[in-house]
């Protein structure tokens, strides 16, 4: 996990989570993906804080989250794939 931006738990995960103090705009982000021992890269559209979730995909409104291989909750405004995910366009579907 050497030089590692963001984790990603679970290859079925469509977020992964910045584990480094902050992301900036259009950074070049190195992913390990935890189940598998793999790595991927994507590139932030936006800043996104340390343990915040960064869109892997882009996700329309009404998807669902998956992190950790689980559904964690659904977008409520369209996410593109780099974007900050938090509570602004994800909701949980209890409420």
Same mark, same amino acid.
């Given at each position: !996990? #050497? =030089?590692? &931006?963001?984790?990603?738990? &679970?290859?079925?995960? =469509? #977020? +992964?989570?910045? #584990?480094? $103090?902050?992301?900036?705009? =259009? @950074? *070049?982000?190195?992913? /390990?993906? !935890?189940?598998?021992? *793999?790595?991927?890269?994507? @590139?932030?559209?936006? $800043?996104?804080?340390? +343990?915040?979730?960064?869109? !892997?995909? *882009?996700?329309? $409104? +009404?998807?669902?989250?998956?992190?950790?291989?689980?559904?964690?909750?659904?977008?409520?405004?369209?996410?593109?794939? +780099? $974007?900050?995910?938090?509570?602004? =366009?994800?909701?949980?579907?209890? /409420?």
């Amino acid at each position: !996990m #050497v =030089n590692t &931006d963001i984790i990603i738990h &679970d290859k079925k995960d =469509n #977020v +992964g989570v910045v #584990v480094i $103090e902050k992301i900036t705009p =259009n @950074q *070049d982000c190195d992913c /390990w993906i !935890m189940e598998n021992d *793999d790595s991927t890269k994507i @590139q932030s559209k936006n $800043e996104i804080p340390l +343990g915040h979730k960064i869109a !892997m995909t *882009d996700l329309n $409104e +009404g998807d669902t989250i998956i992190k950790y291989g689980h559904d964690i909750g659904k977008v409520v405004k369209s996410i593109k794939k +780099g $974007e900050h995910v938090h509570v602004h =366009n994800v909701k949980t579907k209890k /409420w």
